[in-house]
T-cell receptor
């Protein structure tokens, strides 16, 4: 099946530092990638939709200046948490959508990366 | 009304039993539907798509009722390894909406 990788898988940083998370689609092109955040025992919350070659679309309540998204190619999107604080500690998951109808996969299926666990001290 | 609603559970079910979850969605124009499974501290993984005609994959059966705007997931002969959170996912245009998930615990 389609594979999405994320790097790093976990990170611990000091308050005030910035953290970059990479999301890559390994065997398909993803014009659209999504960034989610999940706090313990909570549901996935969509943060933003990342479109290749254009600005990301942020969900209400998500600060675009704090969570910088860059989608420079069809296989890579990055999320940078700027000036991270302890309340930003969470599980960040990206996903990529395979729009191919010929791949044998359900249309509009999302493939998720393994997630990045961020802990801000 | 929430866009996608699920009973959060937990459902505590003995091994071998049959369990069913429902999920309701608010927008009748929703186009495609999925069930995902998420294990603790892991990413969600697609379990199955849901088609109007209903579809079955082994012990799992998914059904869609557009008139009543709900989808269902039936698990037969439940296994310990079925313990997870099951996420209902609805697609409308370019928007993918996740339910909060239903937690399932299979008891030995």
């Amino acid at each position: 099946g389609a594979v999405v990788s994320q790097h790093p898988s976990w990170v611990i940083c000091k308050s005030g530092t910035s953290v970059k998370i990479e999301c890559r689609s390994l065997d398909f092109q993803a014009t659209t990638m999504f960034w989610y955040r999940q706090f313990p025992k909570q549901s996935l919350m969509l943060m933003a939709t990342s479109n290749e070659g254009s600005k990301a679309t942020y969900e209400q309540g998500v600060e675009k200046d704090k969570f910088l998204i860059n989608h420079a190619s069809l296989t890579l999107s990055t999320l940078t948490v700027t000036s991270a604080h302890p309340e930003d500690s969470s599980f960040y998951i990206c996903s990529a959508r395979d729009r191919s109808r010929t791949s044998g996969r359900p249309y509009n299926e999302q493939f998720f990366g393994p997630g990045t666990r961020l802990t801000v001290l | 009304r929430k866009e996608v609603e699920q009973d959060p559970g937990p459902f505590n079910v003995p091994e071998g039993a049959t369990v069913a979850f429902n999920c309701t969605y608010s927008n009748s124009a929703s186009q495609s539907f999925f069930w995902y499974r998420q294990d603790c501290r892991k990413e969600p993984k697609l379990l199955m798509s849901v088609y109007s005609s209903g579809n079955e994959d082994g012990r799992f059966t998914a059904q869609l009722n557009r008139a009543s705007q709900y989808i269902s997931l039936l698990i037969r002969d439940s296994k310990l390894s079925d313990s997870a959170t099951y996420l209902c996912v609805v697609n409308l245009d370019d928007k993918i909406i996740f339910g909060k998930g239903t937690r399932l615990h299979i008891l030995p």
